[in-house]
């Protein structure tokens, strides 16, 4: 079963702080993409980092990046210099190379405090 | 460029009628996927249409069904609804095969049903 978990259903960080949020997923495919989305109450789901699996460096976006340990199947979010508008709900996903679906976690809602 | 769309924003059905939700895919591609998206939930994939074909379809019962017209845009029908049809439906769109994993989402449909 191809699933991803995301453990913090919530977090919280001082603006200008970093935090990080957690996902871990599951399949049996070593070839497939990983990103993280962030939906925002305006609902449309936004692509933050994307990962490509054979790719041993981490994806860097301004002040995102993640830290990816495939072995491991974690694909963590690191937030620098955290701001007001990144509150939102963030969703972990992956899918397949040559897959429709995307595969996603139940989300993280992040909020930042002034 | 244009952005992906979808239409209306909201609505309100009663349970056991149908409903037609409108997708238009950003300028230049060809794929559209449906995924529905629970309150607290992460979104889960319905169905794909590639050059008007179904492509691919999630764990949803057969009242689930969608159409892509010759311009790319798409439909995604629900019949005899139920409660639990009430969520946020999103359309994403990507281009080709090649890039499924590239999915542009829309700002989504929010669906009740009384």
């Known amino acids: 079963a191809q699933t991803v978990t995301q453990s913090q259903p919530e977090m919280s960080v001082q603006e200008a702080e970093t935090v990080t949020l957690s996902c871990t997923y599951d399949?049996?495919?070593?070839?497939?993409?990983l990103f993280w989305y962030k939906q925002p109450p305006s609902r449309q789901m936004i692509l933050v980092i994307r990962?490509?699996?054979?790719?041993?460096q981490n994806a860097t976006e301004n002040r995102f990046s993640v830290n990816f340990q495939k072995a491991a199947k974690s694909f963590s979010l690191k937030i620098s210099d955290s701001q007001l508008g990144d509150a939102a709900m963030y969703f972990c996903?992956?899918?397949?190379?040559?897959?429709?679906?995307?595969?996603f976690g139940q989300g993280t809602r992040l909020t930042i405090n002034p | 460029e244009t952005g992906v769309t979808q239409s209306p924003t909201h609505l309100i059905k009663t349970r056991g009628q149908q409903v037609t939700l409108r997708c238009s895919s950003q300028?230049?591609?060809?794929?559209v996927s449906w995924y529905q998206q629970a309150l607290g939930q992460g979104p889960q994939f319905i169905f794909q249409?590639?050059?008007?074909?179904?492509?691919g379809r999630g764990n949803f019962p057969p009242r689930f069904s969608g159409l892509q017209f010759p311009n790319y845009s798409s439909e995604l029908n629900v019949n005899a609804l139920e409660l639990d049809d009430s969520a946020l439906y999103l359309c994403?769109?990507?281009?080709?095969?090649?890039?499924?994993?590239?999915?542009?989402f829309g700002p989504g449909t929010r669906l009740t049903v009384t």
């Open positions: 300028s230049g591609h060809n794929t």
């Open positions: 249409y590639y050059r008007e074909e179904e492509n």
């Open positions: 996903a992956f899918i397949i190379q040559g897959a429709q679906k995307l595969v």
């Open positions: 994403a769109s990507s281009l080709g095969s090649s890039r499924f994993y590239e999915q542009y």
């Open positions: 990962q490509e699996a054979y790719k041993q």
């Open positions: 399949t049996s495919e070593s070839d497939y993409y």
